[in-house]
């Protein structure tokens, strides 16, 4: 199996709102934790979706894939940013130094956001509460962009 075809499997299982406690609990975590490098931008986002569908908290895999999330953020669109930002949102996962590449991805990249994505990352932004110290200061500066659109 390789990392497609793991993200594709939880993520289906997740459509169809199964929640298989082997995979999600036992066998997704041990393939992460060995395979993180490996994971591309789509992957690590559908494996975040998946189990933030199923509202599975997984400290080992979201740990594994946050590393992975900030070397490959320079290749993330604006829907991958809104998804990997939305999974940790809804299960309620601060990551400071991931939303700050992120943020700094969103930077770049504002300009070609969909509106639904726009949202969905303010939306994930607000469930942290950054204060004015713990914000990164890209998330407001890209703010101002979307704005002035």
């Known amino acids: 199996c390789n990392t ?25 975590p041990s393939f992460v934790e060995e395979h993180a490098s490996r994971f591309r931008v789509k992957d690590v986002a559908l494996v975040l979706n998946a189990y933030a569908k199923t509202q599975l908290r997984s400290t080992a895999v979201f740990q594994a894939l946050s590393q992975r999330c900030m070397q490959q953020a320079e290749h993330m ?16 996962i ?15 990249c504002s300009k070609t956001c969909t509106s639904q994505a726009l949202a969905t990352l303010a939306n994930a932004y ?12 890209e998330a407001e500066l890209a703010s101002a962009d979307i704005v002035e659109r």
């Open 77 to 92: 669109d604006c829907h991958a940013l809104s998804v990997i930002a939305a999974a940790h949102a809804k299960l309620l």
């Open 4 to 28: 497609f075809q793991a993200s594709l499997i939880a993520n289906s299982y997740a459509r169809l709102m199964v929640v298989e406690r082997s995979l999600f609990g036992k066998l997704l």
């Open 126 to 137: 607000a469930k942290f509460g950054f204060s004015s110290s713990a914000r990164p200061p």
């Open 94 to 108: 601060s990551d400071e130094p991931l939303f700050r590449a992120l943020a700094w991805r969103l930077r770049v």
